[in-house]
């Protein structure tokens, strides 16, 4: 019994790393660019230059699956200086789903005047869509998740653990009055 608990302690400390190493890869890798290109990117205009969808491949041997994400290239200014960009937001996720980017790619016809927001450490990099891709929230989820339940089954076995021990004394000290 007392193996099993020392497993199961060992197992949720474990979760609780993993979890807590998940969140950490999500928060650095994927949420604070994005949060950057909310709050420090800088708003300017920009003219549609051309649209495509661009396309992965993924997969091994003859399983090579395409996805799609759509890719704008625009030409804006700052500071006097004109940069031109193949951008959309700041995730760059390819999907499966083509058609939803061939939608998107649509809203975007050369020539056309739009609103995008240039990095202004780098004004070479900019986006058309600001915000927080799904995958940013799914990834977060799964970290928080996993930590939440190796939390959780820490705290079952130290109050589990506690117990025990607690009926254990009770029951020495019932049987022995000394």
Known sequence: MA???????CGSI??????????????????????????????????????????????????RTPTY????????????????TWTYDMAGIYSSDRESKQTILDQFHPGKQVACW??????????LVRGHSWLTWIFLGIGALIFLLGSAGLLWYLVLGGIIVALAMQSRKNRDPS
């Open 3 to 9: 193996g099993q608990r020392g497993a199961g302690l």
């Open 14 to 63: 474990v979760l609780m790393f993993v979890g807590a190493g998940f969140l950490s890869v999500s928060y650095f890798l994927l949420y604070l660019p994005e949060r950057r290109g909310l709050v420090a990117y800088v708003e300017t205009t920009a003219t549609v230059l051309d649209g495509r969808i661009g396309e992965s491949r993924g997969g091994s041997g003859n399983n």
């Open 69 to 84: 994400r759509p890719e704008i290239h625009i030409q804006y200014t700052v500071a006097g200086k004109q940069y031109d």
């Open 118 to 127: 240039y990095d202004p450490e780098n004004p070479g990099a900019a986006i």
